[in-house]
């Protein structure tokens, strides 16, 4: 593991990042924080997450704040409540019931909905008695695999209401990478859709869930909201609509109050190896620390906000900054259901336009994407509403910083860049608008109560102007609570790396020499493509899947506008089969096969077939050559091959074949 390594270029670029943008008078004027929170935050951590703590509805108040017993935290873990009361009912007994909870907007034109916070909550206590009526009770996991409606929010409350934990799986996913987590957590119960749309057609879900039945025999009910219309296989035994048993049940639920330690949910996230880890998080601190960074980053007036976070509801952000954050803090929200290039290439912009947007929150591939696009259409819109914007999932270039700022924000907008993992639950580190003077491409400073440094090998420290690794050195209140039913993993994968002694987050990061902090991408083997994590070996475990392919190597190879993208170097079985160094039809095929195995979104963007793949002496297959050789850099020494001459080769390829993407 080499931190500094790989990013020496970025590095070099970064220490000369002179601009700095201070919070504007009018902006500080009315911004939810002042540098007092620092202080007050670093006086007594625990004792000012307590006061955050306290402005959620608790059953039951508690007395304790953590209890920490290196890798275990426990937050609030004496009192109770319930998520979805947070979210929900609460803003309806305080008379805010008529509040716009959700301008939800369609893919197809003119398909929109609004439904407000007395809508929500009757929703949300209808779909909670149908899933008792099928069976859910709580500690039961139950599978969300949905596209962008109203109603995966609402299935997710809905669990939270009963206790369930949910585990929402990213539409994306094919029926294999949905069996895979099904089977992990053991859900006994499936919701999802039809379909969706996406791209312009109507999208299948349904059918990836029948698939996935014949090898989940734990599963009992599938619920299905019909959202397309489209065609779907039925089976009467297991699969029930969900117009059909929500509609007819009563409007009103109970809610039972449940242990702040009480799981709230699991999200699978890729790790370094083929598997994929379920993060499981809790319900007292992660909403704490959800509705805390969301007030305080994003700078949150209730009564005026409109707040679009882009994210999908199947990753963490959307879970965080959809759902909990958001929704405990009763704000007006946009949710988009398509791509962002449907109806027009100005499609984003006219919805900002329309609902009055005044917080966007997305990701640098969005950003690049649009800057490739053209300027004129965010130009041709009024986007004046906006007051702020925000940056997560990858690192932002300076250059999609700039840009954002300018045609986005109109130059008046602070940008939040946000640094947090599936992991940590919420934001860990991002400037506070009003407070913290940005830098375009710099995360700055850790969020108050979080306490975040870069430390070398040895664990130490590093001095301003140096790199290293992040790591985590305090518990904090919405840190995983483990991997589910894998703790030796959660043990070895975050805490081993320094001893118990720091959460080890797997990225690059650098203190600049005013103490700002860079992050710099992963130490690991996880990709970031498009902000979606994915791991090589888990790539490569579909690629040697697949009938023809004997050996594979995945990396990472940076790219313009997806951050990183997939190179994927692959020996067949046959070897007359690359005669010619290439073969237009098996690469179709591989590539199909990964898609099929994962997601569309896990496709690599080139694969290079080759007779043999570098390795050490000892057999190790050398990635940093290979990214080396995918981002075409000079090759160095290579010694230690047991065949040099395959560097080579590859790297002829490569050269041949400089792009064969779609
Ligand atoms: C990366 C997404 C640089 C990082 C919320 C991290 C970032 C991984 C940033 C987590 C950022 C996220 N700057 N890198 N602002 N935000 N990352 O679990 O490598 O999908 O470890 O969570 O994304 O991805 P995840």
């Not at 509403?385 to 300018?406: C, F, T």
């Not at 005669?579 to 979104?601: F, N, T």
Request: hydrophobic share 40%; glycine share 8%; aromatic share 8%.
């Amino acid at each position: 593991m080499t931190p500094t390594g790989d990013h020496t270029e970025a590095v070099e670029a970064l220490l000369h990042e002179e601009r700095s943008f201070a919070p504007s008078e009018a902006f500080a004027a009315h911004a939810n924080a002042t540098a007092d929170v620092y202080k007050a935050a670093a006086a007594d951590p625990e004792a000012w997450w307590a006061l955050q703590a306290r402005t959620l509805e608790w059953a039951t108040p508690f007395e304790e704040v953590l209890a920490w017993d290196s890798p275990h935290a426990t937050w609030f873990a004496d009192g109770t409540l319930n998520a979805s009361v947070n979210c929900v009912d609460r803003h309806v007994a305080a008379g805010r019931g008529g509040k716009v909870a959700f301008h939800w907007v369609g893919e197809p034109e003119g398909d929109t909905a609004t439904i407000t916070y007395a809508d929500l909550l009757e929703r949300v206590s209808r779909a909670a008695n149908a899933l008792e009526e099928l069976g859910v009770k709580p500690l039961d996991r139950v599978a969300i695999y949905m596209p962008m409606i109203p109603e995966a929010v609402v299935a997710m409350l809905a669990c939270a209401r009963l206790g369930a934990p949910h585990s929402v799986i990213f539409g994306g996913f094919s029926a294999d990478a949905l069996v895979d987590r099904i089977t992990d957590a053991d859900c006994r119960f499936v919701i999802t859709a039809d379909g969706g749309y996406r791209r312009g057609s109507a999208a299948a879900l349904k059918a990836q869930v029948d698939e996935a039945m014949a090898s989940c025999p734990g599963v009992e009910r599938v619920l299905v909201v019909q959202r397309t219309g489209q065609e779907v296989a039925w089976d009467d035994a297991r699969d029930v609509w969900w117009h059909d048993i929500v509609d007819r049940q009563a409007p009103v639920h109970e809610p039972a109050a449940f242990p702040a330690e009480h799981p709230l949910y699991v999200m699978y996230t890729s790790g370094t190896t083929a598997k994929p880890k379920g993060i499981f998080h809790t319900t007292g601190g992660y909403l704490t620390h959800t509705s805390t960074t969301h007030r305080l980053v994003f700078d949150i007036k209730p009564e005026t906000d409109v707040c679009w976070t882009s994210a999908d509801i199947g990753w963490v952000t959307g879970h965080s900054y959809i759902v909990y954050g958001p929704l405990t803090n009763g704000v007006t929200q946009v949710m988009y259901e398509g791509t962002p290039d449907a109806g027009g290439k100005d499609r984003w912009w006219r919805i900002v336009e329309e609902y009055g947007v005044t917080i966007l929150y997305t990701a640098p591939t969005a950003i690049r994407t649009f800057m490739k696009w053209g300027d004129e259409f965010p130009a041709s819109h009024d986007l004046s509403s906006l007051r702020l914007l925000g940056s997560v999932g990858e690192p932002i270039n300076p250059e999609a910083w700039m840009w954002y700022r300018k045609h986005i924000g109109g130059g008046r907008c602070p940008i939040v860049d946000t640094w947090w993992q599936t992991e940590t639950g919420g934001i860990m580190i991002s400037p506070l608008p009003g407070v913290t003077a940005t830098k375009p491409g710099a995360a700055m400073v850790p969020f108050p109560g979080i306490s975040a440094e870069v430390v070398d090998n040895d664990g130490d420290p590093v001095p301003d102007g140096h790199g290293g690794l992040l790591v985590i050195t305090r518990p904090w209140p919405g840190m995983l609570r483990g991997i589910w039913g894998d703790e030796e993993r959660y043990r070895d994968t975050y805490w081993s790396r320094f001893d118990g002694r720091y959460y080890f987050a797997g990225d690059g990061a650098k203190r600049d020499e005013d103490g700002d902090l860079w992050l710099l991408g992963r130490v690991d083997d996880v990709m970031n493509i498009s902000g979606h994590r994915l791991s090589t070996a888990e790539v490569e475990h579909a690629l040697v899947g697949h009938p023809a392919v004997a050996e594979a190597a995945v990396v990472g190879a940076s790219d313009d506008t997806t951050g990183q993208a997939i190179v994927a170097f692959v020996t067949l079985k046959v070897a007359d089969e690359v005669a010619d160094g290439d073969d237009a039809e098996i690469v179709a095929s591989i590539r199909a096969h990964v898609a099929e195995v994962i997601s569309p979104i896990a496709k690599p963007r080139q694969i290079i077939l080759t007779p043999d793949l570098p390795k050490t002496r000892s057999g190790k297959i050398m990635r940093r050559l290979l990214r080396d050789v995918a981002e075409h850099r000079d090759l160095g020494d290579v010694t230690t091959l047991t065949d040099p001459t395959v560097v080579n080769m590859i790297d002829g390829l490569m050269a041949a074949h400089a792009s064969d993407d779609d």
